[in-house]
């Protein structure tokens, strides 16, 4: 258990940053989610607008430290590709 004020602090700060980068994920994987949706059911219209929308969702992650870049880049490639072939 944590004994000293600041280790104290620490395990509350935690808590709140947990929550925080929690629900940004979440959000970030519904917009994901929105892309491959259209994606299987072949609508490229809708695919290529939810893409245009997922894409500042994932910057925004990797800017606020929730998502390394690569992982980013490389979810925003695949998905790139995928809509391009329908």
């Known amino acids: 258990m944590a004994n000293t004020p600041q ?3 620490r395990i509350r700060r935690n ?3 947990a929550e925080v980068n929690g629900n940004r994920m979440s959000r970030i994987r519904t917009f994901v ?3 491959e949706s259209a994606i ?3 609508d490229k219209d ?3 607008s939810a ?3 997922a894409q500042p969702e994932l910057a925004r992650g990797v800017a606020r430290g929730v998502m390394h870049k690569n992982t ?3 979810k925003l490639s695949r ?3 995928r809509v391009a072939a329908l």
């Open 7 to 9: 280790a104290r602090k």
């Open 15 to 17: 808590e709140r940053r």
């Open 33 to 35: 989610k929105k892309v």
């Open 40 to 42: 299987e059911n072949g």
């Open 46 to 48: 809708a695919a290529k």
């Open 51 to 53: 893409l245009s929308e």
């Open 72 to 74: 980013a880049s490389r």
């Open 79 to 81: 998905l790139t590709k």
